[in-house]
């Protein structure tokens, strides 16, 4: 089945520092996305992809759609310590509305 | 906008009860909405894809008759989780679209967490 490929699992920053995780497949899709989650709370959509090539930021966070449509990558810059929680990659393939987790990138930051 | 409630955000029951959890969202109407089960230090797995007015669509593995589905509105969706036992623990988590922001965003409920004793 499709699986997407996240990385790295975990990050231990100091604040302050950028960040850069990201996503790979097999398979090809035509939308990435990326979420943050909260311990005890839902997934809150980060940033949404609809093109190869697409690079969108939203404040300090930076995401691109890989050319390939196989990837993503998601970038944050100037890390503070409210970034702390865990970073999920997802995709959408063509003709379906199933959305595919990555397996997740936990982030610590350390004051 | 695009925001979606789920009701309770915890719950705590015996063996063998049945537990209804509910999926809306407030300021849209969704005629799709999804089910997510989350275990402890893992990712989202979808359960179920609901559809207003017809039958869910569930995934490979999940029991139709364990994990009931119910989307009678297109702002409310409910799993219920009949005859539970202590496997059954774990955070569930329901999305929907929304049509103003696109088909392909999914907006996510705070989750429920399940503990069945």
């Known amino acids: 089945g499709q699986q997407l490929n996240q990385s790295p699992q975990s990050m231990f920053i100091q604040e302050g520092e950028d960040v850069s995780m990201n996503c790979t497949s097999s398979?090809?899709?035509?939308?990435w996305l990326w979420y943050k989650q909260d311990p005890g709370e839902g997934p809150v959509l980060l940033i949404a992809?609809?093109?190869?090539?697409e690079l969108t930021s939203n404040g300090r966070l930076t995401a691109q759609f890989g050319i390939t449509r196989k990837d993503s990558f998601l970038n944050i810059s100037a890390s503070i310590p409210s970034d702390v929680g865990i970073y999920f990659c997802?995709?959408?393939?063509?003709?379906?509305?199933?959305?595919?987790f990555g397996t997740g990138t936990r982030l610590q930051v350390f004051p | 906008g695009a925001v979606v409630s789920q009701h309770p955000s915890r719950v705590i029951c015996k063996s063998g009860t049945s537990v209804k959890i509910e999926c809306r969202s407030l300021?849209?109407?969704?005629?799709?909405m999804f089910w997510y089960r989350q275990f402890p230090k893992k990712s989202l797995m979808l359960m179920a894809t609901?559809?207003?007015?017809?039958?869910?669509?569930?995934e490979q593995g999940v029991e139709k008759d364990k994990f009931l589905i119910n989307h009678a509105s297109l702002t409310l969706s409910t799993l219920t989780v009949t005859s539970a036992h202590p496997e059954d623990s774990s955070f569930y988590i329901c999305?929907?679209?929304?049509?103003?922001?696109?088909?392909?965003?999914?907006?996510f409920g705070p989750g429920t967490r399940l503990t069945v004793l």
């Open positions: 999305s929907a679209r929304s049509p103003v922001t696109g088909d392909n965003e999914q907006f």
């Open positions: 398979s090809i899709f035509n939308t």
């Open positions: 992809l609809y093109k190869a090539g």
């Open positions: 997802a995709a959408l393939s063509y003709n379906t509305d199933k959305l595919i």
């Open positions: 300021d849209f109407q969704a005629t799709t």
């Open positions: 609901s559809n207003e007015g017809s039958k869910a669509t569930y």
